[in-house]
């Protein structure tokens, strides 16, 4: 018996009249939450809580997004045929030598070897979180072996399987269910589960963390690994810092929202540089950007999507894949500062479903921080104060950065989509370049709404370098819509 799983596509539209509308409304002077929500009599709202604490996966200012442990990397000796297969499934493997992905040996390595694992005895969230990880990404491979074989012999992706085998398919169902987590390959499992340490001795710095799993085991599949997990050790900072912006609009303190606002950009431009560092150009991206695709809305996959076998649910299926917008940060950032007005069914990273696939506490923060977001009107409350708005303008300037430099990425892997899925892509790309056009609008538009005179002079010039660097990003992505070619841009806004 077959299952097929499918999630239903969010539509994709452009929405340059909404981000100006938005920008018209917050500034005024009105505040129109002020006075339920602020004032120096009320009463702060509660602290955010986990409410899965024992989860792999909380959210705190300590760990920010990181799992509260480090992730297993070796699986109990009860799973050793599935530990092997996945040490030998990449491209290239650790030793060097070429494994079950380059010869196209994977699919029948599974189908003749990999037993179907009892996973019912299993509750220890360590050991779960590590099977996820592992049946996830084993999913991946399988089903979409024949793209990138296609992918490397015709730079096309060609149809993946369609069916996934009873012997991953029935332990990866049970797990995510215990988890609460959908059945495919996320971000977290790919990223932020996905690490150890060269040397425990030394903290998880970027030289000293490499992945325990791997699609083709190239050095750009290690440093975005890399990179993405030592970028999320400052996210415990921006978590902390938005906590702060949200509680101290709600008390109306400016001095306390100020400084909250400083320090989300500050904790924003550090995960900037390091994502700087190792997500620099396309490189060999396409050697393991296959394996990310998801089963929704993608040619490879029909519009059957995947047929789970022996699923114990008879019902449609279709997932999102892995993508660098799939960051928690980057819907964070969204909520927080209440940019879904700039394309609400559009280009933004929460706005797609992703946030619906994240781990339970994951996604519980980041509808909490929406809400109070909402409920105290940050936007409207830092245009009100000179001083905050230049400090909005420099966190909104970070948030642009990073959002950037994740459309470049998309950018550069246009070339790598196939003819039959290139219209669709081309028009996703527009969407997305439109919103990331329509924030750098926004840092010029808050900047425009400044009275700089009231402004000290080191603040002042802080915030006219951001401005002029949204400025001129603005000014090349409306190139880019206009033309009928991309143009060529740099991966960050500061080159």
Not at 127 to 150: N, V
Not at 323 to 338: D, E, G, I, N
Request: charged share 20%.
């Amino acid at each position: 018996m077959f299952a097929k799983h499918t999630i239903a596509a969010g539509r994709q539209m452009s929405a340059v009249r909404r981000a100006m509308l938005s920008v018209r409304r917050f500034t005024g002077a009105h505040h129109p939450g002020a006075s339920a929500t602020a004032g120096a009599g009320a009463a702060p709202a509660s602290e955010w809580t986990n409410p899965d604490p024992g989860s792999e996966f909380g959210v705190s200012g300590e760990a920010g997004f990181l799992p509260r442990r480090e992730p297993l990397a070796v699986l109990p000796s009860y799973f050793e045929g599935l530990d092997e297969l996945l040490r030998d499934m990449p491209i290239q493997r650790s030793d060097g030598t070429l494994g079950l992905l380059h010869t196209g040996q994977l699919g029948a390595r599974v189908e003749r070897e990999l037993p179907q694992y009892d996973v019912e005895f299993v509750f220890d969230r360590r050991i779960l979180a590590a099977l996820y990880r592992d049946y996830s990404m084993l999913a991946s491979a399988y089903l979409l072996e024949p793209c990138d074989i296609q992918f490397r012999l015709a730079r096309n992706y060609g149809l993946a399987r369609r069916i996934l085998p009873a012997s991953i398919a029935v332990p990866l169902e049970t797990v995510a269910r215990r988890l609460g987590q959908k059945p495919f390959l996320e971000h977290s499992a790919f990223t932020l589960y996905n690490y150890r340490r060269r040397d425990a001795a030394k903290p998880a710095a970027l030289d000293n963390l490499e992945p325990v799993r791997c699609f083709s085991g190239c050095d750009r599949e290690r440093s975005f690994i890399a990179g993405h997990v030592a970028a999320a050790g400052h996210t415990g900072a921006v978590v902390d810092a938005s906590q702060g912006i949200l509680r101290a609009a709600q008390l109306d303190d400016r001095g306390a929202f100020d400084g909250a606002l400083r320090r989300y950009a500050e904790a924003m431009g550090r995960i900037n540089d390091i994502l700087a560092q190792t997500l620099r150009g396309c490189g060999e991206y396409a050697s393991f950007r296959t394996f990310l695709n998801g089963s929704r809305a993608q040619s490879m996959f029909s519009s059957g999507g995947v047929l789970f076998e022996s699923a114990a649910q008879i019902a449609p299926h279709r997932y999102l894949g892995v993508a660098q917008s799939s960051s928690p940060v980057a819907s964070l950032s969204t909520h927080l500062f209440q940019l879904s007005a700039l394309s609400p069914r559009g280009a933004l990273p929460c706005a797609d479903g992703i946030d619906r696939l994240r781990a339970p506490n994951h996604r519980s923060f980041l509808a909490h921080i929406a809400a109070r977001a909402r409920a105290v009107d940050v936007q409207a409350y830092a245009l009100r104060s000179a001083a905050s708005s230049a400090e909005y303008v420099a966190a909104l300037g970070q948030v642009l950065t990073y959002r950037h430099r994740q459309w470049a990425n998309l950018r550069d892997a246009a070339p790598v989509v196939s003819a039959r899925d290139g219209p669709a892509y081309a028009k996703y790309l527009d969407v997305q370049t439109a919103h990331v056009r329509d924030i750098a609008e926004l840092v010029r538009r808050a900047h425009a709404n400044t009275d700089l005179e009231r402004l000290p002079p080191p603040l002042r010039a802080r915030s006219e370098a951001v401005v002029h660097a949204a400025e001129a990003a603005r000014r090349a992505l409306d190139r880019v819509l206009a033309a009928a070619e991309p143009a060529p841009l740099p991966a960050s806004i500061a080159e």
